[in-house]
């Protein structure tokens, strides 16, 4: 609002899942180490951060809302917090983020984001029965200053993607904080191709008049891109003139 450009940095992550890092701890250090660097930005710019983050956050309890944790994450979230999820909030806590699909209430099918299946003991012990189990832990994240331009963040079921995990969407409003110059309008003619097709007497004062206004005008002996320009100016004077347009309703 002030005049200058605003900066913006997106980061598409793929965190290392509970079974990796309980093999090599150093795995999941790598990468926070490595995502620290990628959104080390000047303040002024505005950061978010998306993927699937392998993490569970959890629904947040009274105990983080009294050690002040609803700074960093909404009260919609879903599951239990795991070690990998520990992880993820200290790094919001460093950064100064904010998980913005925990941000909204919506119903379960709109807040998990990946669908696993485990073993179904209830079959019994030789069954190979299994069921499925929804977590969430996908996330987009943004400053926490910029809390205040989210309009809306969720996952979607039922988009043409091959994986076991949902699109997650989040919705912001830059308006709220910056200025933004939207593109003018552009007004399109549209002609009476109806009454052209139509009309026999049409027709041919059209074509008379493209051949005419084409024989005056097009300078055979000129570059390819003129001899175009030409041909199309020719046109559409000859469909304002012959056709006519159509108001919009």
Known sequence: QNGSVVMCRFVNVYC??????????????????????????????????MGDFNSQLGKLSPDDIQ??????????????????????LNFLINNNM??????????SAHVTTYTGTVKDWSYGRRSNKTKDFYSQIDYILCRRRSKSMLINSRSHRGTLVDSDHRVV????????????FKKPKTTTVRYDS????????????????VSQLISDKLDATGPPNEQLATIVDCVIISAVDIVGSVKRS
């Open 16 to 49: 290392p899942h509970r079974i990796l890092v309980k093999a090599n701890p150093n795995k999941l250090r790598d990468f926070y180490n490595h995502l620290s660097k990628a959104v080390n930005v000047p303040a002024r710019w505005e950061l978010f951060v």
């Open 194 to 209: 109806c009454r052209l097709s139509a009309d026999k007497d049409v027709q041919l004062k059209y074509q008379g008049s």
């Open 98 to 107: 904010y998980a913005c699909n925990t941000h909204f209430q919506h119903k």
């Open 169 to 180: 969407i989040a919705k912001i409003d830059l308006g709220i904080r910056f200025k933004v």
């Open 67 to 88: 050690n002040g944790l609803n700074l960093y994450m909404g009260k919609f979230g879903n599951g239990t917090r795991n070690e990998n999820g520990e992880s993820f």
